[in-house]
């Protein structure tokens, strides 16, 4: 493990650890506002605890990517991939500099001043420079996750430049087209990290049965192509109540439908060859693709009814919002990148406390995530069909909301016991990673 | 009703002004336009229209804050700003969908 690289590693867990925190920081402030709008500010912990989420994802997908590609690159080839971890660590740094000063000027998710968008934008070009090295020298073309990790690198590019369109004054000439585009660039962009993390499942399945045909079989390409699909037309769920075309919903509600059914398929797959001594030798990374597949299910069926526009008049603007998007980057994105980083820092042992921190996170994370279901259909009932005023609502969910508040205190406190063994593996590390 | 042949206004110079407010204020991560952002304050993509609130409404909250909105120190001018941007926002349509517009497939129209 080079130095740079296992810099990278603890940066970007040491962001997972900055997600929570502000997580927890921001529901305490959001919970009791009246008290705290001055000494921990709801309007800067949310970019902290949003950006903190979307860079541990970032960095998690990209390092597990640079992991299993170096192997096979010549030590100095690696300069491509250590000058983007140098840029971004750099980035990130100063957008947190920048929220801290209260600087913002960005957009949802994003919402640092937008020139540091291109320092991140420079470094992704040098993590493209790396993986077409790593093309050139890999002969596999048929395992599937070659294909995914190529896929999510580009397509993060178009959609962060695309994500960055509103600068130019053309596209925000008129506010339901700057909505759109704005909302179409970050659905798709999810669509992009989820097949770099995708990828990376797949490919640790392979790693871990030993069977190569989870990466090439029919299930797998099916999946591949259904991700794609919904990653180039699966946008529109998010703008559904925005008086746009109506054949832009029409086209994301028939694609929504078909959402997520193969990947279930092919980690199902792996679970039945999945067997013997394997099964004991990689406990833990196991343990949270086995999470993340039940994790995908939940979500999955959340997904399908908010996809449902009629349900989405409900849903849309109520914190179900927030459980599909905790679902997916807690139970999904992060229980996947945990499996990854448990298996390359070969943190590999489920016994002891380790068991006990992985049952916690499993069980908050439910509580958690039932908690907001339950508040944004309180939320969606009475104000589109009591029609009560938002304050009302706002009393209303509150109940739910400390559930939810008191389940991400151990939520935080689960992970935060997984990450200290895998900073411990990290320091252990040496360079023949 | 559907707004989705309403012909859109396009961007004023003060108006742009008021959406370099609200990001550089970073709105957003309370309010929503048309249900996307925070959940801490309400919905504002037609507060300006709205009978009992309204514009001098708005006014006061931005000028003042509330027991859960801090005070922003937002100038007359970045108000004046703001409210000409709210104002164009609420011009582009309705952020809550009627009943009227659901399909029998589940789906919207927002044609007529």
């Known amino acids: ?11 970007s867990l040491t962001l997972l650890i900055s997600a929570l925190v502000c997580g927890v920081l921001a529901a305490w402030s959001f919970l009791y506002p009246e008290n705290y709008k001055y000494i921990l500010p709801f309007q800067q912990l949310r970019p902290f605890h949003v950006s903190s989420a979307v860079f541990w994802i970032l960095t998690g997908a990209t390092g597990s990517i640079f992991c299993f590609t170096a ?72 395992s ?22 509103w600068n130019i004054d053309w596209f925000r000439a008129t506010f339901l087209k700057e909505m759109t585009i704005q909302w179409k660039s970050n659905g798709s962009m999810v669509g992009a990290w989820n097949q770099m993390i995708y990828g990376t499942s797949v490919y640790l399945m392979v790693q871990i049965s030993g069977n190569k045909e989870i990466a090439t079989s029919k299930w797998a390409y099916g999946s591949y192509f259904l991700g794609l699909t919904n990653l180039i037309f699966n946008w529109g769920h998010h703008i559904y109540n925005i008086p746009t075309a109506n054949w832009e919903r029409t086209i994301a509600y028939s694609i ?50 908010m996809s449902i526009p009629a349900v989405n008049r409900y849903t849309h603007g109520t914190h179900i919002t927030v459980a599909h998007a905790m679902g997916t980057t807690i139970g999904i994105n992060t229980m996947l990148l945990m499996a990854s980083f448990s298996f390359f820092t070969k ?4 016994n ?35 029609q009560v005023s938002f304050n009302d609502s706002f009393a209303a969910t509150l109940p739910w909301l400390r559930v939810v508040f008191y389940a991400g205190i151990a939520l935080t406190i689960s992970f935060l016991f997984i990450i200290r063994q895998l900073f411990k593996k990290v320091n252990y590390q040496n360079e023949d990673i | ?51 009992l609130k309204g514009e001098p409404y708005a006014r006061v909250f931005m000028t003042n804050g509330s027991a859960k909105m801090p005070n922003l120190s937002l100038s007359a001018e970045q108000i004046n700003e703001l409210t000409a941007f709210l104002k164009w926002v609420d011009k582009s349509g309705h952020s809550r969908v009627d009943k009227r517009e659901v399909t029998k497939w589940g789906n919207y129209s927002m044609d007529n």
């Open chain 1, 1 to 11: 493990m080079n130095k740079v690289f296992k810099t990278y590693i603890i940066f």
């Open chain 1, 71 to 142: 192997p096979l690159l010549k030590k100095k080839e690696e300069i491509f991939a250590s000058i983007f971890m140098i840029i971004w660590m750099i980035a990130i740094v100063i957008v947190f500099i920048c929220y801290s000063f209260g600087l913002y000027g960005g957009r949802e998710y994003w919402e640092y001043p937008p020139a540091i968008n291109i320092i991140l934008l420079l470094g992704w070009l040098f993590m493209i420079r790396h993986y077409w090295l790593f093309w050139k020298v890999n002969t596999d073309r048929k």
């Open chain 1, 144 to 165: 599937v996750y070659i294909w995914m990790w190529l896929t999510g690198i580009v397509f993060f590019l178009f959609t962060f430049i695309e994500q960055n369109l």
């Open chain 1, 256 to 305: 929504s439908m078909t959402e997520w059914i193969f990947v279930i398929g092919i980690i199902q797959n792996f679970k039945a060859k999945l067997f013997g001594d394997y099964k004991h030798k990689h406990l833990l990374p196991y343990r949270f693709l086995i999470a993340a597949e039940v994790w995908v299910s939940l979500n999955l069926l959340l997904a399908l009814m």
């Open chain 1, 347 to 350: 943190n590999e042992s489920y």
């Open chain 1, 352 to 386: 002891g406390l380790t068991r006990f921190a992985f049952r916690l996170a499993q069980l908050s994370l439910f509580i958690f995530w039932t908690g907001l279901i339950v508040a944004g259909i309180l939320k969606g009932y009475l104000l589109v069909e009591k």
């Open chain 2, 1 to 51: 009703m559907g707004t989705n042949n309403l012909p859109q206004e396009k961007i004023n110079p003060i108006a742009a002004k008021g959406f370099r407010v609200w990001q550089q204020k970073n709105c957003q991560s309370c309010h929503q336009l048309y249900g996307l952002g925070g959940y801490m304050g309400p919905d504002l993509t037609n507060i300006m229209s709205d009978s």
